[in-house]
């Protein structure tokens, strides 16, 4: 087990970063909807990450050729998905095995999906039981809750679903069912979830459109236009430094070349709100608006989150050092889904403040955080990627800490530490 020592930063920072992992969320659907073109696919700057590698390897099991030359992967489909020998394995990827739930459960064969420790106990009913209700063939440990998930396509209905929660991963997964169901299928969430495989789809051809509250998706016929898509840079792994910007005095980060789709920068508008100067510059909007986000150290002050939570689930761990550092206390409600993230968010956030000196108190759908001046300590990742991440920032802005077992941060950001030691001293120590 690995783990990270991070000193106090000795001064205020000023950095322009330009490779930060790319956008972890658009490369996995890079790598599943490749398999429903009707030609090769270009995707330029794939995250190269375990969670999206993984997606992209199981991508080649059912039958892909992959081919990279640069920075540039060529993901050649087959006429048809193949029926995999072996288990396929997501790794740590919530996204990987929910959205291929969706996108086999109407292919003909026999697939299994697993994971690491992490994923297998993670609740999957959300997305097997609507795929159940319009005809899929899918079982699963505990009651068909946990994974390994097995799968036998079968022909899906056409369905009206109003989801009881809002996740872009239960959503994608009904619009990748829909695709091949017999008939125009609807789709409704409580409130409007990342976007990602709306606009894809679009651009790949498929006719997805709003009516009222629900989302109407039509069945395709044909394979779909290949993706032709440079990948942009991650919000949620660029918020990280955005924190550090506006928590280490004097400090400023430009953060180049994100997507500034609207529901993936709610995360910084929070910051703003809190007091942090921040600046949004469109550059361009093809598949997705990119642009750049200048962050820089302003006096914190707290806030209440409750609303748009599903814009700024990810976020949260990082949000959270920064409301530890702000004046006053701020409060996180409606956010019951960080319950069943990669680790307990909730419960990994407040036992990690607590270590440092901050004041927290849970409910079951949030917490409130009562900002002081943070201690450092030895801080416990869970296993999960952002906690361990966003505590290397509180360090950063306080005092010398620990994050035990960080082989998880390679999942989802493999540079993060190389750019957090140009902010301030870091050292990775066992085995």
Known sequence: MKNLQVLKAKSSFSQEIDSIASDKSISHRCAMFSLLSSAECEV??????????????????????????????????????????????????????????????????????????????????????????????????????????????????????????????????????????????RYKESELSRDHTERMLRGMGVKIEKSGDFIEIHPVKEPLKPLKIKVPTDPSSAFFFAVAAAIVPNSKVLLKNLTLNPTRIEAFKVLKKMGAKIEFVEKENIYEPIGDILVEYAPLKSVEVSENISWLIDELPALSIAMAFASGTSIVRNAKELRVKESDRIESVAKNLRIAGVEVTTVEDGYSVMGTTPRGAVFDSFGDHRIAMSFALLAMASSESTIKDIDCISTSFPNFIELLSKMTETKIYGS
């Open 44 to 185: 330029e700057n794939f995250l190269e990450a375990e969670d999206t590698l993984n997606s992209l390897k199981i991508a080649q099991e059912l039958g892909a050729v992959v081919k990279k030359e640069n920075n540039k992967y060529f993901i050649t489909p087959p006429k048809k998905i193949k029926e995999p020998s072996d288990v396929l394995d997501c790794g740590n990827a919530g996204t990987g095995i929910r959205l291929y739930c969706g996108l086999l459960a109407g292919s003909d064969g026999f697939f299994v999906l697993s994971g690491d420790k992490y994923l297998r106990s993670r609740p999957m009913k959300r997305v097997i039981k609507p795929l159940c209700d319009i005809g899929a063939k899918i079982d699963a440990r505990d009651n068909a809750n946990l994974a390994p998930i097995a799968i036998r396509g079968a022909s899906l209905k056409a369905f009206t679903y109003e989801s009881a929660i809002s996740s872009a991963q239960v959503k994608s997964a009904m619009i990748l069912a829909a695709l091949g169901a017999d008939g125009v299928c």
